[in-house]
């Protein structure tokens, strides 16, 4: 069986989040005799290009409204990935040095059609068409109602939502850039009187999953104005929880981290990292590090750290490392807040992957008060480093996490995002910190469990065989 992914980012090509991490893996685990799984990005202008070197396997034009763009495929030429990835060029348009901004309609509707006319070509079609998140949810729609995608109308598409809240909206005005298709059914792209490539994906796609089955739930409910929809295609929906990439994230050979480390040599292991972030921060070793890692934006709960931050910080047992980027005023916040806690306080305002390793490896605790977190891989990662996660119960972090409090727990859960349910959780942690004994067996617990991608791959392959 062929699959193909297509998606806006993959690891280690171009990551922003969490996208990249599953793209980025989950190929690799599907990967085995019976199935071939191969990815397709847009090819930007960054490290991973640049550094790389890359073979045309196909060239043509793209016709996005009245215009018309000369694109290229391009595929990997090494085989670094353990699985085939290539890559539609369309150089001004979609060859820029950033993910996303604010052009991505253009941008990534360029690459959805280029993507498309390039399978046209192919001897034999893809036996399932993935596609993750909105920049490639008009796919579903025009495998389904463009003229010149007939061909396609057997393949099965799945739709996999990482995240619901981004949903790639645009006014019906640039209806034109879509290739053409019967006009009787321009409804199926419109969601709210706008042009909603989530939506149009949820209506069209033969199957849609979502990253955990609690977030599969919690979006019939909310899911920033498509509740309704979700609740009307349930028949067709799946929640399944993603895995981690055992080879990129384990303690044991992970090169990015200062000293490797297993369930006996833990004790050793994390003290050593923490270690390096305690001498490159200015913080103290001898107390518990809490650090929170990822994008600075309402979803995450981070607009309350800064006041959450300066009530926990009161107590000067406790020492904070948080590593983001995202909204400019929670960033200012995060930096101000340097000086009146230097030697117990510290941020790296900006993206860095290397050091986001060392601090699942050397922290004590993991911080996640998300509003929305449809799976989280954060957490997970964090277990695998002996990490205890800190965490609000909800979607895929309900999900993984159990509370200290209940039988065999190993996290510290709490229901709400308030600076008080984030400085009460926090005061719990080092409570917890305090019981050595308790600590020595949650850390040896929370590195054996087992969230690589193999079971969750499995799902996959179950589904795409249920339609294929
Ligand atoms: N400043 C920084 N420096 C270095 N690394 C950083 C970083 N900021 C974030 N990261 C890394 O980016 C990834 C974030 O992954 P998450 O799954 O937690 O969140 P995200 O919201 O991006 O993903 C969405 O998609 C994923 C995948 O489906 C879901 O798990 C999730 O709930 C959903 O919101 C992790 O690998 C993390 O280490």
């Not at 859960?413 to 959780?425: G, K, L, M, R, Y």
Request: charged share 20%; glycine share 6%.
């Amino acid at each position: 069986m062929n699959i193909i992914h297509i998606s806006a980012e993959c690891y280690p090509v171009a990551k922003v989040g969490g996208l990249a991490d599953v793209v980025g893996a989950l190929p690799k685990y599907q990967n085995n005799s019976e199935i071939s799984s191969q990815v397709i990005m847009p090819f930007y202008d960054i490290k991973f290009t640049q550094q790389n070197t890359f073979s045309s396997v196909f060239e043509s034009e793209l016709y996005l409204g009245e215009k018309t763009y000369k694109y290229r495929i391009l595929k990997l030429k090494n085989k670094s990935l353990d699985f085939e990835i290539f890559f539609v060029d369309v150089p001004n348009l979609v060859f820029k040095d950033y993910v996303y901004s604010f052009d991505d309609t253009k941008r990534f509707l360029a690459f959805q059609i280029a993507a498309l006319d390039w399978m046209l070509t192919w001897k034999k079609l893809p036996d399932i068409i993935h596609c993750h998140d909105h920049h490639t949810g008009l796919i579903p729609f025009m495998l389904q109602e463009c003229f010149k995608y007939e061909v396609f109308r057997k393949t099965p598409n799945i739709l996999t939502i990482h995240n619901a809240q981004y949903q790639g909206w645009f006014s019906h005005d640039n209806v034109n850039l879509i290739p053409a298709f019967d006009f009787n059914n321009v409804g199926l792209l419109d969601w709210g009187g706008t042009i909603n490539p989530l939506a149009a994906a949820i209506k069209c796609a033969w199957k849609v999953t979502t990253v955990s089955p609690s977030y599969m739930e919690e979006m019939k409910e909310s899911a920033n104005g498509l509740e309704s929809l979700l609740l009307s295609e349930s028949d067709k929906s799946i929640g399944i929880l993603n895995g981690i990439d055992w080879k990129v994230w384990n303690p044991e050979t992970d090169l990015s981290i200062v000293k490797n480390y297993n369930q006996k040599t833990v004790a050793s292991g994390k003290k050593a990292n923490k270690k390096e972030l305690c001498d490159t921060f200015n913080l103290d070793i001898d107390k518990p590090l809490f650090a929170f890692i990822g994008r600075l934006v309402g979803e995450k709960g981070s607009d309350l750290f800064p006041e959450a931050f300066k009530i926990a910080l009161q107590n000067p047992n406790i020492s904070i490392l948080l590593l983001g980027s995202g909204n400019k005023e929670t960033e200012a916040q995060l930096e101000a807040l340097k000086k009146d806690f230097d030697g117990q306080y510290n941020a790296f305002i900006g993206y860095d992957e290397k050091l986001s390793h060392i601090i699942y490896a050397g922290a004590d605790f993991l911080l996640m008060p998300s509003r929305v977190e449809p799976c989280g891989l954060n957490q997970m990662y964090a277990l695998r480093y002996g990490t205890i996660p800190i965490v609000r119960s909800i979607g895929g972090l309900k999900d993984t996490v159990v509370d200290v409090s209940e039988e065999n727990g190993f996290g510290i859960c709490h229901e709400d995002v308030t600076v008080s349910d984030i400085t009460t959780a926090i005061e719990r942690g080092l409570e917890l910190y305090e019981n050595k004994p308790q600590i020595k067996k949650i850390k040896a617990q929370i590195m054996k469990i087992d969230h690589s991608w193999n079971a969750s791959a499995k799902q996959y392959i179950n589904l795409y065989k249920s339609i294929n």
